[in-house]
């Protein structure tokens, strides 16, 4: 989405500033068991259906659209006078955003590959195809 077309957010007051760090950090907390359990899966996709897989894809599309306004937040915050502990609360935020970038477009690169190899895709197909499927390396054999 190009800036010039973002919603304003409701910017956040100083006082929310914990708040906000701790859901940030619960979020990036998540987003790592996210990033691990779909790492295994790519293993042994035919495990997953087409709705986790979706699932997934959208909710972590969004987490993605909505970095922007995290960061905007902590850059509105760092241009206010700020303790010591606010000032390296926001140090940590734009660290943890940092991180949640490249984090949040892997999960969706792999959920967008594994969106074909769910149970759905593998039972739709012909023995013919999946064989092919396997034999290519386009598929895991389901061992």
Known sequence: MAQSNR????WQPLSMLPMLADM???Q???VD???ESLRAAQARPHVLDDYTVGRVLKVYGEQQDFL???EAQVERWQQESLTD???QQTAQMAAQLTQLTPKLKEILAIAEDLKDKTIE???GK???EVALDVLSGKLKPPI
Do not use: I
Not at 7 to 10: A, F, Q
């Open 7 to 10: 919603p304003t957010p409701n």
């Open 24 to 26: 940030l950090s619960a």
């Open 28 to 30: 990036v907390e998540e």
């Open 33 to 35: 068991t996210q990033l």
């Open 68 to 70: 922007w306004v995290y």
């Open 85 to 87: 502990q606010q000032r």
């Open 121 to 123: 895709s593998v039972l």
């Open 126 to 128: 012909s023995d013919l």
